[in-house]
């Protein structure tokens, strides 16, 4: 019998959501080739916000189309304000809420997309698919921190519910809190304090604009499980900053692409069979914070998240693949109808593949991609095809 996952909850600006669980963010690839929110994704929407969510974060929506993370996503741009209004219609029409991620990938663009990348500090990847990055000029970081706030105005005039600052993952916020990306010398590096002016001043930007009562979050990393990078001690004084500043919900996730903590093929074995990966950190901050925490990334099981719901240690259930084939998840674990969700693990057997995670992401976005398009998801979607769709190369003979 379910007790806490279809529980409304009150954030803090004043919005009631309607119950525990939310599909985390996921990058769709099928918006407009300008960046406009497609008929696929008003269709992808219209499914999930008939999936019982209580909140839908949309895939991370870009603030500089001359900056991206993958093709055909979306971007913040007013003249789109029609096309978003559309979305959260659409996605809404149920009592769903809708929130926008904002996000800007800095150094993590491909060198396919971005020839000209950005970041805190000139510090690249380490992987010939991306150009080292040119350091932001502290002109160029106010008028990004303005962009992030006028997406977030664009997701309140479309009549979104909430917007969600994308911290996590390494994109650009996580750079400049990393010392291993932010090497400035100027007032947006060394310290800590330093380094999340950044994030702080977003949220400022973005709280000005909306006013009180619209929902603002952010998705942040427990840690990015990198030597020099982000830590979990950093990690817990930064969220003990933003709840200083009134935000209405924190997300905790981990990892970059560097290191693909969020996905999972990293944690150890008991780690997954527990479900919520960054479980532990989470803990250790609700102890700090009063701001309602969210939880993302391996739940899986009713049983895992009415037992996390129980124990007060955080407020709402995050999902990502989940969602991606099994759309009406929310309604079915609420209702009882399941009691949980396994999500194909797509091993390939070859461990440089599987260790890097490099599967996940396009074989659950061809999964959205079949929804966009009015189909079902296919659980049985050969990993081979992915990988040779993605790489452009053949399947090892050996496989
Ligand atoms: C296809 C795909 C796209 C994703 N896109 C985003 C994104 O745009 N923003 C984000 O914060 N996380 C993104 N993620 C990470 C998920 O939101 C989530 O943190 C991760 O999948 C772990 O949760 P899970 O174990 O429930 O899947 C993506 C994950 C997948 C599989």
Redesign the pocket.
């Given at each position: 019998m379910i007790k806490y996952l279809n529980q409304p909850f009150q954030l803090p600006c004043g919005a009631e959501v309607p119950n525990r669980i939310a599909k985390?963010?996921?990058?769709?690839g099928i918006a407009e080739a300008d960046g406009r929110p497609s008929e696929s994704l008003f269709n992808l929407y219209e499914r999930w916000g008939k999936g019982g969510a209580g909140i839908l974060?949309t895939?991370?929506v870009m603030v500089d189309k001359d900056h991206l993370?993958n093709a055909n996503?979306m971007i913040a741009d007013d003249a789109f304000l029609a096309d978003y209004a559309t979305l959260a219609q659409k996605a809404q029409a149920n009592g769903t809420q809708l929130w926008m991620?904002i996000?800007h990938p800095g150094r993590q663009a491909p060198v396919y997309l971005d020839k000209a990348p950005v970041s805190a500090s000139d510090v690249g990847m380490p992987s010939r698919m991306y150009l080292k990055p040119r350091p932001l000029t502290e002109e160029e970081i106010l008028e990004l921190i303005e962009r992030y706030g006028n997406a977030a105005l664009l997701a309140k005039e479309a009549g979104m519910s909430g917007a969600q600052i994308?911290g996590?993952?390494g994109y650009l916020v996580s750079q400049f809190l990393s010392g291993l990306t932010n090497v400035r010398t100027d007032k947006w590096g060394g310290s800590l304090e330093n380094r999340a002016r950044f994030v702080l001043e977003i949220y400022r930007n973005m709280r000005a604009k909306v006013g009180p009562d619209f929902p603002l979050g952010i998705?942040i990393n427990s840690a990015d499980f990198q030597r020099g990078a982000f830590t979990e001690e950093e990690s817990m004084q930064v969220i003990q900053m933003l709840d200083a500043e009134g935000m209405d919900l924190i997300?905790v996730?981990g990892g970059t692409y560097e290191r693909a903590a969020?996905?999972?093929t990293q944690h150890k074995e008991s780690t997954i069979k527990r479900e919520a990966?960054f479980l532990e950190f989470i803990v250790k901050v609700r102890k700090l914070v009063k701001t309602p925490l969210m939880l993302?990334?391996?739940?899986?099981s009713s049983a895992a998240m009415e037992a996390a719901l129980a124990s007060g240690e955080l407020d709402f259930i995050?999902?990502?693949?989940?969602?991606?084939v099994y759309p009406n998840i929310a309604n079915d674990l609420i209702s009882g109808e399941r009691a949980g969700c396994e999500?194909p693990d797509l091993l390939t057997g070859v461990p440089k593949i599987d260790m890097s995670g490099m599967l996940?992401?396009?074989?659950?976005?061809f999964q959205?991609a079949r929804m966009g398009k009015g189909l079902e998801p296919d659980l049985d979607m050969d990993i081979w095809m992915v990988y040779e769709k993605v790489t452009g190369r053949k399947r090892p003979e050996q496989a």
């Open positions: 985390s963010a996921l990058s769709e974060f895939g991370n993370v996503v991620q996000n994308h996590a993952h998705k997300e996730s969020m996905v999972g990966y993302t990334g391996g739940f899986r995050g999902m990502g693949r989940p969602f991606c999500v996940q992401t396009p074989w659950h976005m959205l």
